[in-house]
């Protein structure tokens, strides 16, 4: 019974009412693109003015997003990458751990939550986090306290291999909590999916195995949230490569 359990799917509508729950709103502030038009750019509230910093796991060649953040806002920026032995750039702003962040007992490994000791003095709402760890991402999410995730005001998160989503055990015992838990804090300001890893089929339904959310703490609202279309006229394809994938609200 319990390896049935765990290689069977959740039902489809259960799935794509969740989908339809990530929808984004907006609660009075405009967005605005941070990088580059393409993949390492992406849109967050125009909600930076006393930011304290950037805690940024997943650099591989791009710093675009924290290069901006410095250059224009000093707003300065951890980056970690075990991944390679150095920043593609160089700023007086930003620092570089040569660590993942993940939930991995690895002496490579780093808790997502202990990345909050760069910024100790940090008030709640204060801090942006920009991940993207490849497939990480839900148990580091799921790892934090309560307290953790309250220091942050916007988190941009890619979430990999959304085809697993499928599956009742991910599904029920890891991704729905999740969600429940950030949403229950944080407004769910846009989303886009991410071109370069395809796509899934669900009962004929198409849905990107690769989605970037950002998040924006429900302190920072000034009006009562509103849903919003996508896509934005910001959003540009991470590939020029593929065709880009379209969600449908």
Not at 10 to 30: H, K, N, S
Request: aromatic share 10%.
């Amino acid at each position: 019974m319990g390896g049935y359990f765990a290689k069977s799917n959740i039902d489809r509508e259960y799935l794509l009412d969740f989908f339809t729950g990530l929808r984004p709103v907006t609660a009075g502030w405009e967005l605005m693109r941070v990088g580059n038009f393409g993949d390492g750019g992406y849109l967050v509230p125009k909600d930076l003015l006393g930011v304290s910093g950037c805690i940024s796991p997943g650099v591989s060649e791009i710093m675009d997003f924290e290069l901006q953040l410095s250059k224009e806002l000093n707003i300065p920026s951890v980056l970690y990458d075990a991944s390679i032995d150095a920043p593609p750039h160089g700023d007086r702003h930003i620092k570089f751990r040569k660590l993942f962040v993940g939930f991995n007992h690895g002496s490579n490994y780093l808790p997502l939550s202990k990345t909050l000791d760069e910024f100790p003095n940090a008030e709640d709402a204060s801090l942006v986090l920009q991940m993207d760890i490849e497939g990480d991402e839900l148990l580091a999410l799921a790892s934090l306290e309560e307290s953790d995730l309250n220091k942050f005001r916007i988190m941009v998160v890619e979430f990999h291999r959304l085809q697993d989503w499928k599956n009742h055990t991910v599904f029920e015992k890891l991704v729905f909590p999740l969600f429940e838990r950030l949403k229950s804090k944080f407004d769910i300001v846009h989303i886009h999916p991410n071109n370069c890893d395809g796509v899934f089929n669900i009962s004929g339904t198409i849905l990107p195995r690769a989605l970037e959310i950002t998040f924006h703490h429900k302190s920072r609202r000034k009006s009562i949230p509103s849903y919003v279309s996508i896509p934005h006229s910001l959003d540009y394809p991470n590939s020029s490569e593929a065709p880009d994938i379209r969600l449908d609200f």
